[in-house]
């Protein structure tokens, strides 16, 4: 225990010769692990008064899993047996339960419990004035939403999968959910909202699934942000009259994909405009692409379909892009509130196209950048599943944070030149060091400490 000590202390001198990088007081990791831990301290434990792991170490060890991508329960149990000194101080964990224990113990806990910390972190960034980053179009906020695969099986199913027949006559078991996050059209970063698991009443189609699962995702969205300025932009599965009518209902904005195939009375309809001569039309050249002409064509108050032409009415924005030789590159188009002029036809457009920020900056960085999302880190029988991932989509929310306003956090990042070889490198200081915080661990990677100081706590 003492080499540990002196290695600490050795490390801890040599890291205040450098010059510290200065930290925001709200909006730094450390801060947001103790806010997180406070609020798992209100959540409902239905458990036995004489449970023996308090379920805000549970809730928490499991939040430090996907904080430090351990890859599985079985990896974060042997980092519990092995190096357990910095969950302790950095993560505040008093008692850290078994692999066992944390799935019996999680599975009773119902997701909605986990709301909390998600508002508060999004208040952490409004307070520091950070969201202000994120607006668009007149103070806007842009949420996007997707619904999006968690678990898929032949074999291993629970009470709450869903269930589809293959071609070959084998059953597919899978989860998905219905997840939003502010993008901006401009920002790598974005920031995730607590999500919503599609159960099996939510229907059979994918489009009733994600509708329903949308009707309480919204409601639970406009009760913890009842003022929000905030434009949905989905794909072309939610450009449909009982959805518009739901966002109408809560007072939100819309940018909605459409499909010729999917929507052929309003394509039909357009075409009647364009050859009416009432669709208004703009050629220019993109200033971000030399050689490249941007194209976009607008109408007004066109029906969105045979069945609600007197109550829904939607302007329509077509754009596409041609190269020097003529040839068509991409092509979009889109359904919206707003009234569409050549002074914003741009910033909607770009609104519109910011939408699969979700698809590549969050589903394709927790799939594919160490969170596992896909994983099965444990079906239950009641929650376990989706409680996992809360917990994930929260660590998420924590690292997006610390990458749009924490220079220690981008610092490090620049410094290991990829995500999957920070969270390396992270995890490899929790094995080797007893380190006091999230800040020290990451002033270590930023700075490059000599390696003579990097004693391992056997040496």
Not at 398 to 426: N, T
């Amino acid at each position: 225990m003492s080499s540990i000590k002196s290695c600490v202390k050795r490390i801890h001198n040599a890291t205040r010769s450098f010059r510290r990088i200065r930290m925001r007081a709200h909006l730094n990791a450390d801060t947001l692990f103790a806010q997180i831990r406070n609020d798992f301290d209100r959540v409902p434990d239905h458990r036995a008064s004489n449970g023996k792991i308090p379920l805000t170490d549970a809730l928490m060890s499991g939040f430090a899993m996907f904080s430090l991508k351990d890859p599985s329960l079985l990896a974060f149990d042997v980092r519990r047996k092995e190096d357990p000194s910095s969950l302790h101080t950095v993560y505040g964990v008093e008692q850290i339960p078994c692999d066992s224990q944390m799935r019996d113990i999680l599975d009773l806990v119902t997701p909605e419990s986990l709301r909390r910390p998600f508002k508060h972190v999004f208040s952490q960034l409004q307070r520091g004035k950070a969201m202000e980053k994120m607006t668009w179009l007149d103070g806007h906020y842009l949420l996007a939403l997707d619904g999006t695969g968690i678990f898929s099986s032949e074999k291993v199913s629970s009470a709450y999968c869903l269930r589809k027949r293959k071609r070959n006559g084998t059953i597919e078991y899978y989860q998905q959910m219905l997840a939003g996050a502010f993008v901006h059209p401009e920002r790598r970063e974005v920031i995730p909202t607590c999500p919503e698991m599609i159960i099996k009443q939510d229907g059979a189609s994918k489009g009733d699934c994600e509708r329903n699962a949308a009707k309480r995702y919204l409601a639970d969205l406009r009760r913890e942000h009842p003022h929000l300025k905030i434009i949905v932009t989905e794909d072309a599965l939610s450009a449909n009259a009982p959805h518009i009518r739901i966002l109408q209902e809560h007072n939100l904005r819309y940018i909605l994909g459409v499909k010729p195939k999917d929507h052929e009375f309003l394509f039909a309809h357009f075409d009647v405009a364009i050859q009416s001569g009432e669709v208004e039309e703009i050629h220019q050249p993109d200033k971000q692409q030399p050689g490249v002409t941007q194209h976009f064509r607008f109408a007004g108050n066109i029906p969105l379909n045979k069945t609600s032409q007197d109550e829904i009415r939607i302007n329509f924005l077509e754009y596409w892009e041609t190269d020097i030789a003529g040839k068509t590159g991409c092509y979009f188009t889109w359904i919206t509130d707003f009234d569409l002029t050549p002074a914003n036809v741009q910033d909607i457009m770009r609104a519109g196209r910011a939408r699969w920020r979700i698809e590549n900056e969050a589903f394709n960085t927790l799939k594919n950048q160490g969170y596992n999302l896909e994983h099965n880190y444990g079906l239950g029988k009641k929650h376990l599943s989706a409680v996992f991932v809360h917990l994930m989509m929260l660590a998420f929310l924590v690292d997006q944070v610390q990458q749009m306003c924490c220079p220690l956090f981008q610092a490090a990042h620049k410094k290991c030149g990829s995500k999957r070889y920070l969270w390396e490198k992270i995890r490899s200081y929790f094995t080797l060091f007893e380190v006091p915080s999230m800040e020290e661990v990451l002033h270590r990677i930023a700075h490059a400490l000599p390696k003579q100081l990097m004693q391992p706590m056997w040496g």
